[in-house]
């Protein structure tokens, strides 16, 4: 699996609106139903999943990102989102610090082990330390996909 799969063509913001952790998660899931991977009848439920999974442990795992993450009888495959915030946002992450990339993860629920295969591949990429800085430098939605395509291009 490849970030390139999981990423939805056009859910990739560069520069979210949001300064706080609710309203990124809300941006994200719209850009998600926007890309055509989940209904927009399964918006609002998505959201509240997954601001209540938050409320009860963070996903902001230090560094400057966040992973939220959901399984849902809605979603037909995994798909991500990624959003970009240059000021930073408090998601109460482990290290106290502020999240910089956040990667929201949608899954089928009879799917576990794909969730868990996507997990891997987005956590394999968000733990070192040169492409957390290189997302952090993004700028634009080209950066992103660029270097989503170059994560791709090494693993193989």
Same mark, same amino acid.
């Given at each position: ?37 989940? &209904? +927009?009848?399964?918006? #609002? ?6 601001? &209540? ?9 230090? &560094? ?12 037909? @495959?995994?798909?991500? +989102? ?12 482990? #290290?106290? $610090? ?11 629920? &009879? @799917? ?11 956590? @394999? ?16 939605? +080209? #950066?992103? $996909? $660029? ?6 291009? $090494?693993?193989?």
């Amino acid at each position: 699996m490849k970030l390139t799969e999981l990423v939805a063509p056009g859910a990739i913001i560069a520069s979210l609106n949001s300064r706080e952790r609710d309203g990124v998660i809300a941006e994200l899931v719209d850009a998600l139903v926007k890309a055509g991977c989940l &209904e +927009a009848s399964s918006r #609002d439920e998505l959201v509240k999943m997954l601001v &209540e999974r938050e409320r009860r442990s963070t996903t902001g795992f230090g &560094e400057g990102i966040a992973v939220p993450h959901a399984k849902h009888a809605t979603i037909g @495959k995994v798909c991500a +989102a990624i959003g970009l915030s240059p000021g930073g946002v408090d998601f109460a992450s482990v #290290d106290l $610090q502020p999240v910089f990339t956040v990667v929201l993860l949608l899954s089928p629920r &009879e @799917k576990p082990d794909e969730h868990l295969h996507a997990m891997e591949v987005i956590f @394999k990429v968000l733990s070192q330390d040169t492409l957390r800085r290189l997302f952090r430098q993004a700028t634009t939605v +080209a #950066d992103v $996909q $660029q270097l989503l395509e170059d994560v791709d291009a $090494q693993a193989v």
